[in-house]
């Protein structure tokens, strides 16, 4: 009974996928037909080889790089460039714990779920102000929640709007519809089902989205970022 129940899921699923494929096609023949579309995957291409987003090993959660785990005169270097700044707070200073500002170390890969989401709980809000500045610069759209008139009454419904005309409306910014932060339940599923356990393999924990009207303005949008 379960594989059979599990064999009529499957079927069905594939069902929508199939309907997502023919509009996914068709949206995708639409944009490479044109020269301009050409030129615009091409550029978006180089792009995405230019800042290095081709490569998986990016694609990672990764720890701050220790100071203290530098070589001596490397360390000795960093360690005179801060302590006239007052870079590293006291308590790090005790503990012999010196994180260099903005860089990552590609050999220590993030393991523990609670530093992911205890970290991402503050990423999140400044994601969203960088989502903004880079939206109003790019022509970006977001989603907003609306009262469209249907058959004489007012019902909610979902529209793309530019950012630029929504920022300055306080009325029409409490409609964007920002995405939360993923739960707890569905990060667990894809940790145990897809990621083989492995939590800095979860990257979008915080999570937003723009939509642009044509290549051109995604791809100054992803050299923005």
Known sequence: AVAVGRRRAMLSSSKLI??????????????????????GFVHLDKVVQMIGLDAGSHC???????????????????????????????????????????????????SSMNQLYASNSIACQLLRERVKVWAERSAGMVPTICNEPVGGD?????????????????EMEERVK???MKSHTRALEK???????????????????????????????LGLI
């Not at 870079?87 to 010196?98: A, E, K, T």
């Not at 007012?154 to 306080?170: G, P």
């Open 18 to 39: 199939d309907q997502d494929q023919v509009v996914y096609d068709s949206l995708w023949q639409s944009l490479y037909e044109s020269e301009d579309g050409k030129a």
């Open 60 to 110: 990672r959660q990764q720890m701050r790089l220790r100071a203290d785990k530098l070589g001596p005169a490397v360390r000795q270097k960093y360690l005179n460039q801060v302590s006239q700044k007052l870079d590293i707070h006291p308590l790090f200073w005790d503990l012999g714990h010196w994180y260099v500002p903005g860089r990552p170390d590609t050999k220590a890969h993030l």
């Open 154 to 170: 007012s019902v909610e419904q979902k529209k793309l709007m530019r950012w630029s005309d929504v920022k300055d409306n306080r």
């Open 178 to 180: 920002w995405p939360r």
């Open 191 to 221: 940790l145990l089902r897809v990621y083989e356990n492995d939590p800095s393999r979860l990257l979008d924990i915080s999570r937003y989205c723009l939509v642009f009207e044509n290549m051109s303005n995604l791809t100054n949008c």
